[in-house]
């Protein structure tokens, strides 16, 4: 038997970029306070037994190259089939306990915070540890979440919880991972406790955009996303629907945000008023272009900020799940404004990636 280890991973709140990491264009993104821990050992007959208290569940099998998935995003086991592709082996086995206090299926990454939390754990309880930094951890949970399941994401998620901090990531044409220290003050991260539309909003939203692209590009073979203007748009007009048009508006406006708030994030003091008025500008776009927000969202947003936030938005793929504001100040008081509209508010600041707690 080996010695205990335990390591943990941040779920995280995207800044800017909402809805553009899968179609290639940047993202801001950060790691909240709110993290998910694996504490576990070797065991000595090749099984991997998995304790899940926080949703009262348990998972154990062998360990065997090229595992069987049983269920479509069978993460614990897409993740040792990766490893061992990367030659890492676990002949010995190992028993662990996962729990976190991130929200679940609210847009803060729980998941992929778990997945790159596993991956961390495993390349340390290998049969020869041979441990992963954080950009390899995120790149390895890419694959196990995204590619080796078809999914449709992007990898802000898996970037953000791995890394750490504040990322400002670049996915195409190659990976570029950028990590921001601005001098922030606190956040409040709102669960709406109303479940996410996930699949509903990514059909819309982001196939939505690509029919639109698709129709432009008929007419007009060197558009794209990087580097049309506002101005442009009337041109288009024609081409497409006026729901697809404002899908392209929202892309392009929240484009230029992305690249004012990262100017803002780079400067020696960070402007928190100017920030918050970024953040509720990407809101106004996601809110009415893109749709993804609800009433219920809306109304938290307005409170916390009648309550002395800077400013905030959605978080996540939208329909529901979390909300967030930045709340340099009365802090306490725009939490219980959030709590007031129904919603379950945790008070978080930026936190640091995946790490070996002991």
């Known amino acids: 038997m080996s010695n205990t280890i335990k390591v943990s991973t ?56 090229e595992l069987e998935y049983l269920h479509k995003r069978d993460y614990f086991r897409s993740a040792l089939n990766i490893l061992q592709r990367e030659g890492y082996t676990f002949k010995k086995g190992l028993e662990c ?8 299926n609210s847009g803060t990454s729980s998941s992929s915070a778990l997945l790159a939390n596993w991956i961390h754990f495993l390349s340390r309880m290998a049969d020869e540890p041979k441990p992963l930094s954080e950009k390899e951890i995120a790149e390895i949970a890419y694959r196990a979440e995204v590619v080796e399941f078809k999914e449709a994401g992007g990898m802000m998620d898996h970037y953000s919880t791995a890394v750490g901090n504040v990322i400002y990531l670049e996915s195409t044409p190659k990976i570029l991972v950028e990590t921001l220290k601005p001098n922030f003050g606190s956040f409040v991260l709102g669960d709406s406790l109303e479940p996410k539309d996930t699949v509903g909003i990514l059909k819309r939203v982001k196939y939505g955009v690509l029919e639109a692209v698709e129709k432009i590009k008929k007419a007009y073979p060197d558009f794209s996303l990087f580097s049309v ?52 500008q990407h809101q106004l776009n ?27 938005k959605i978080n996540g793929s939208g ?18 404004s959030i709590e007031r509209e129904g919603g379950k508010a945790y008070i978080i600041q930026i936190d640091k990636g995946t790490s070996l707690e002991n």
Do not use: W
């Open 10 to 65: 941040p779920g995280r709140i995207c800044l800017f970029g909402e809805h553009q990491d899968y179609l290639g264009l940047p993202v801001i993104a950060a790691a909240i306070s709110r993290r998910v821990n694996i504490t576990g050992l070797n065991r000595n007959d090749g099984k991997a037994v998995i304790h899940l208290p926080d949703i009262q569940s348990q998972e154990s099998f062998e360990i065997y190259p």
């Open 319 to 336: 329909g529901g799940g979390c909300m967030f504001v930045y709340a340099p100040e009365n802090t306490e008081e725009v939490a219980k």
């Open 229 to 280: 203007q506002e101005s442009d748009i009337k041109e288009f007009e024609a081409l497409i629907s006026k729901d697809e048009l404002d899908l392209i508006k929202a892309n392009i406006d929240n484009r230029d945000i992305l690249i004012e708030a990262l100017a803002l994030l780079k400067a020696e003091n960070l402007n928190h008023q100017r920030f918050g008025e970024l953040l509720a």
């Open 97 to 104: 306990t996962v729990e976190g206090n991130i929200p679940i």
């Open 286 to 312: 996601l809110q009415a272009l893109l749709k993804i927000s609800t009433p219920k969202i809306d109304r938290m947003l307005a409170a916390a900020k009648e309550a002395g936030a800077y400013g905030g």
